[in-house]
T-cell receptor
Framework: NAGVTQTPKFQVLKTGQSMTLQCAQD?????MSWYRQDPGMGLRLIHYSVGAGITDQGEVPNGYNVSRSTTEDFPLRLLSAAPSQTSVYFC??????????????FGAGTRLSVL | AQRVTQPEKLLSVFKGAPVELKCNYSYSGSPELFWYVQYSRQRLQLLLRHISRESIKGFTADLNKGETSFHLKKPFAQEEDSAMYYCALIAGNTNAGKSTFGDGTTLTVKP
């Protein structure tokens, strides 16, 4: 059981480049989320989705796009990378539906550097 | 908006000593609170949650609505407890998938 899979694990970009961080889950979870973690700080929500075809912004959405065409996949797109987007990115999923199912399961993270 | 505060970035204790990791929150409704842990070279994972009211790996956490706190406690720390600990809040069941995290506490248990 793979759980939540993120690719790539590491990435270096130049300012202005675009890229997509991949996230896939095999638990049939309805809820998926993207967080970023900067040094010395907690995780901050970028975008989230409550099901296929439904996405919404989190706390720090600027410079990022998401889509959810299937239950399994939730890619995060950096439109024009900036040094301020250097961070570790985590994808998470949860079943949702009631209080007992709100545990989030996390991917291993993608470490992104923008030069 | 809700907020989670973990006042200690670093906490160091000796093996066998009690440990308490503090978590305070601000939210006007009924929160759902979690402690997540990240061991070295592992992914972030759930340690425990307030609705379960259970002890995991010897850790317990009690929700104190009067003090808006959800401190994590263990009476006798072990070296394998060394990790990064995050307190997290979900603002009601309609906000599943939207966790608010504290900045985390790095716990080091010395031999």
């Amino acid at each position: 059981n793979a759980g939540v899979t993120q690719t790539p694990k590491f990435q270096v970009l130049k300012t202005g480049q675009s890229m997509t961080l991949q996230c896939a889950q095999d638990m049939n979870h309805e809820y998926m989320s993207w967080y970023r973690q900067d040094p010395g700080m907690g995780l901050r929500l970028i975008h989230y989705s409550v099901g296929a075809g439904i996405t919404d912004q989190g706390e720090v959405p600027n410079g990022y796009n998401v889509s959810r065409s299937t239950t399994e996949d939730f890619p995060l797109r950096l439109l024009s990378a900036a040094p301020s987007q250097t961070s570790v990115y985590f994808c998470a999923s949860s079943q949702g539906g009631d209080l007992a199912k709100n545990i989030q399961y996390f991917g291993a993270g993608t470490r992104l550097s923008v030069l | 908006a809700q907020r989670v505060t973990q006042p200690e970035k670093l906490l160091s204790v000796f093996k066998g000593a009690p440990v308490e990791l503090k978590c305070n929150y601000s939210y006007s409704g009924s929160p759902e609170l979690f402690w997540y842990v990240q061991y070295s070279r592992q992914r972030l994972q759930l340690l425990l949650r307030h609705i379960s009211r259970e002890s995991i790996k010897g850790f317990t956490a009690d929700l104190n609505k009067g003090e808006t706190s959800f401190h994590l406690k263990k009476p006798f720390a072990q070296e394998e407890d060394s990790a990064m600990y995050y307190c997290a809040l979900i603002a009601g069941n309609t906000n599943a998938g939207k966790s608010t995290f504290g900045d985390g506490t790095t716990l080091t248990v010395k031999p």
